[in-house]
């Protein structure tokens, strides 16, 4: 499986972005897609999931009500367009993949199989 994520930019404080992941190569087996960020030394946090089927998703406290994830099975593809960004969103944001099954939401970076490369997201203060 192979994720591209896209979109990242500059942007002032409180504005938007969309980012983007595409996923190809052998996808039957992806359960669940994520995104993560990482700020400059700091660890990896989850920001948000979302299953296959687009209908269990789950947000950090910290993007709730600001960010929203999506998905488009027909381009195998997943979205985060993030709102009323803040100097704090400033990181580079990973989408992952992950291959285990249930019904669960899944948060923490050991639970996800595949990687994009990242795209950077950098807001203005």
């Known amino acids: 499986v192979q994720l591209q994520a896209s979109g990242g930019g500059f942007v002032q404080t409180g504005g938007s972005l969309r980012l983007s992941c595409t996923a190809s190569?052998?996808?039957?087996?992806?359960?669940?897609l994520a995104w993560f960020r990482q700020a400059t030394g700091k660890e990896r946090e989850f920001v948000a999931y979302?299953?296959?089927?687009?209908?269990?998703?789950r947000y950090s406290d910290s993007v709730n009500g600001r960010f929203i994830i999506s998905r488009d099975g027909a381009n195998n593809a997943m979205y985060l367009k993030m709102n009323s960004l803040k100097f704090e969103d400033t990181a580079t944001y990973y989408c992952?993949?992950?291959?285990?099954?249930?019904?669960?939401?899944?948060?923490?970076?050991?639970?996800?199989?595949?990687w994009g490369q990242g795209t950077q997201v950098t807001v203005s203060s």
């Open positions: 992952a993949a992950t291959s285990l099954t249930g019904t669960y939401f899944y948060t923490t970076s050991q639970d996800f199989d595949y």
């Open positions: 190569g052998s996808i039957d087996g992806i359960n669940g």
């Open positions: 979302i299953n296959w089927s687009g209908r269990r998703i």
